[in-house]
């Protein structure tokens, strides 16, 4: 079983499912709403422990309601939560999440400047070292490049979520990096996505890509852009998609599989979780699936 360390950043989520996203100042009546565990790292850490992969969780939470929440969702999920941070002069990180009937989203999300951690913080508590990958979503630039720079010590995968905004070191040290529509646009000032990636590659080797939702992955073969479609879904619930399909890619690669073939993985695991309602409660288990083994 592949051990996978990712960092950044865990919340909680409140969701409401309305008929229509809100255009105006007046009250909504929700047709559903729950309470979960949200936040780009924690979605992928859960994805890929029911994808049978032994996951543990770098965060910072506050010693309070929302991050004791996140820690008993997180033991059910059985993601390991000893490297956690419970600080109890901070706020854990929180959102307001609204999601009409196509499953597109508004997000509102409440997170301290100071849930950034050092090495020093955190190495002690730490007493697995032979991760086989190691995944960041970039919300925390010391922890960010903490991880990254870790996974390029012992020489394993280091993928870098690319979300706005990106760390130009966090880009150079990263082995892969999975950007973000809106990621690759802000990092290269550019509206097209061949010209991104052509920007993004001046500044590092490494293998890139870039996620846009239900068009899928794309990523360049020499200087030919090259798509890879998702399975065609009826969406119902995007939230924590992109967390999905990175906590899914990084398991792939942590299991040998080529970038493109983790991509492909990745599209179809993400794709299911469209189906299901919850945000990464709809992420699938790997009986589901039966493409990892």
Known sequence: MKQILVAGLATIDVIHYLDELPADGRKYKATNSLITGGGNALNSAVTISRLGGKVTLLTTIGDDTCGNLILKELEAEKVKTHAIIKNSTLKTSYSSVVIDQKGERQIINSRSLDLDFSANQVMPEMPEKNFHAYLTDGRLPNATL???????????PGVLD??????????????????????????????SISEGLKIAQ???????????????????NGKELVQLKPPKVTAVDT???????????TLALAQNQQPIQACIIANTIASKKCTKYGGKNGAPYQEELMLIN
């Open 239 to 249: 939230l924590g998609a992109g967390d999905v399909w990175h906590g899914a890619f």
């Open 162 to 191: 690319g979300e706005s905004p990106v760390c130009l070191n966090a880009l150079k040290l990263a082995s892969h990096i999975a950007f973000s529509r809106q990621g690759l646009s802000s990092f290269s000032n550019s509206s």
């Open 202 to 220: 001046n500044f590092s080797t490494n293998w890139f890509c870039v996620t846009n939702g239900e068009e899928g992955v794309f990523f360049l």
């Open 146 to 156: 903490l991880t990254l720079k870790e996974a390029r010590k012992r020489k394993k």
